[in-house]
């Protein structure tokens, strides 16, 4: 008979298979099944903490009492895995997305869902169109074209509205002249960007315009040549009409007016820049031709101040020529005075084209001119006095007169006579008389001073 034996005991078969029996029914009775459960836990990190796209974002799966996972990433790459740690997604495209993981064993199975929210690359760009013109007032229409936002946010100073939440900002009205600064804020919970544009207004239509009478009719005689020049701001289209004269071009900015005749004359221009128009109207006075033309306070140096105040002088330019000036300007000189020193004992008015010998360099196209310096010794027949001279109100005096260069009336002249009467001829026939009204003596720097009346050209 074969023995069992049960630990450490002898048995016969029939005995040790009922205490076999006996032991295993004790031993499972008093055991119980422990089920492991799935407890799911997740932590994710997105890279640069950026949630616009692009966006990285890495898993790390702290689960436990899990052998199996199915990870599902919605609009990410890769979609799925199976892996425990899936590693890093990548997200291209902007909006709310679930991430799923599933994970079981054999006695358990859990799925977690987590919410992202990612957000679109904010490029910010708008657009201003100006409607007319960019003259006071200004309308201006402001075209959204940013991307990628979700908040924005419009300041316009000194606009009306002066600040806007929204995409689609209403027309901005502008009546102050100057740049304006636009702006813009966009959001998108993630980020924020700016852009601004400056808007340029410029002054409000109003019309102005000055009647500048050219060089040679600076004493509004007729027949008188004028510049009409237009100080308007904020126009774009001109008109000018006038009760007498001729002007040049009537839509021209800055035309030409010519008034043949004397008289009193209105000048009118409007002004438009297609908004509105307004209109302006100025008086002019032209006064009858006189023939002459009259000068006055003219300082001359002797021959020592020529350097500075200068010892020429050109009636066709109305200006004194100083020593070292342009040579362009010494074909005009027509009058010519040598004073010798601070005393006056000797002075004489000169032709241009005998200087040379009086202490001055020679002119280059010197002019030709006819002096009586002194009209008390020149038996000319000639009695023109200062009365005469202060009278003459137009040159008929002058054209009686026959002024010629002989050895007696140039004759230098002193001081002791005050004031003293010079007449001469120019080159072009031009007859004329300069009365002497004071002889300063300062040294080196010693002048006359004197006024001139002389025949237009």
Not at 418 to 426: A, K
Request: charged share 20%.
């Amino acid at each position: 008979m074969k023995r069992i034996y049960i630990y450490g005991y002898n048995m016969t078969p029939g005995i040790s298979g009922i205490l076999l029996f006996v032991l295993l029914f004790v031993v499972s009775a008093c055991f119980h099944e422990v089920v492991i459960p799935v407890t799911i836990k997740i932590n994710y990190e997105v890279k640069n903490n950026d949630y616009s796209i692009p966006v990285e974002i890495t898993f790390d799966n702290l689960t436990t009492g899990a052998e199996n996972y199915k990870w599902t990433f919605e609009g990410g790459q890769p979609a799925t895995s199976d892996k425990k740690n899936p590693g890093t997604i990548y997200f291209a495209e902007a909006g709310d997305y679930k991430v799923t993981l599933e994970a079981w064993s054999e006695d358990d199975r859990q799925v977690k869902e987590i919410d992202l929210k990612l957000y679109g690359t904010v490029n910010v760009n708008f657009e201003t169109s100006v409607a007319v013109n960019n003259i006071s007032p200004v309308t201006v229409t402001v075209t959204n074209k940013t991307v990628g936002g979700t908040a924005y946010h419009w300041k316009f100073p000194n606009g009306e509205p002066s600040s806007f939440d929204g995409f689609t900002p209403p027309a901005v009205q502008y009546t102050l002249p100057g740049d304006h600064r636009i702006s813009l804020v966009v959001e998108n919970g993630s980020e924020v960007d700016s852009l601004s544009q400056v808007i340029t207004v410029s002054p409000a239509l109003s019309a102005d315009f000055d009647i500048e009478p050219s060089f040679a009719d600076e004493d509004y005689e007729a027949p008188l040549k004028a510049t009409l020049v237009n100080n308007t701001t904020g126009g774009l289209a001109w008109q000018w009409s006038s009760t007498g004269g001729q002007i040049s071009n009537t839509a021209a900015q800055q035309p030409v007016i010519n008034f043949s005749t004397a008289g009193t004359y209105t000048v009118t221009l409007t002004a438009a820049n297609g908004k509105e128009t307004k209109s302006i109207s100025k008086e002019i006075v032209v006064k009858p031709n006189s023939g002459l033309r009259t000068l006055t306070d003219i300082k001359l140096g002797i021959n020592t101040a020529h350097g500075s105040i200068g010892s020429f002088y050109s009636t066709t330019l109305r200006r004194v020529v100083k020593a070292n000036e342009p040579d362009s300007l010494y074909q005009y000189v027509d009058i010519a005075f040598f004073g010798l020193s601070a005393s006056f004992t000797f002075n004489r008015f000169v032709s241009p084209d005998s200087v040379q010998h009086y202490t001055f360099n020679p002119i280059t196209q010197p002019q030709t001119t006819y002096f009586i310096n002194s009209l008390d010794k020149c038996d000319c027949g000639i009695n023109f006095q200062e009365a005469d001279f202060d009278a003459m109100v137009n040159d008929e005096p002058l054209k009686a007169l026959d002024i010629q260069s002989t050895a007696k009336g140039l004759k230098p002249f002193d001081n002791t006579v005050l004031p003293r009467i010079v007449l001469f001829r120019t080159n072009d026939n031009r007859k004329g008389a300069i009365k002497i009204k004071e002889f300063h003596s300062d040294g080196l720097q010693s002048y006359i001073l004197a006024d001139i009346k002389v025949q237009k050209q």
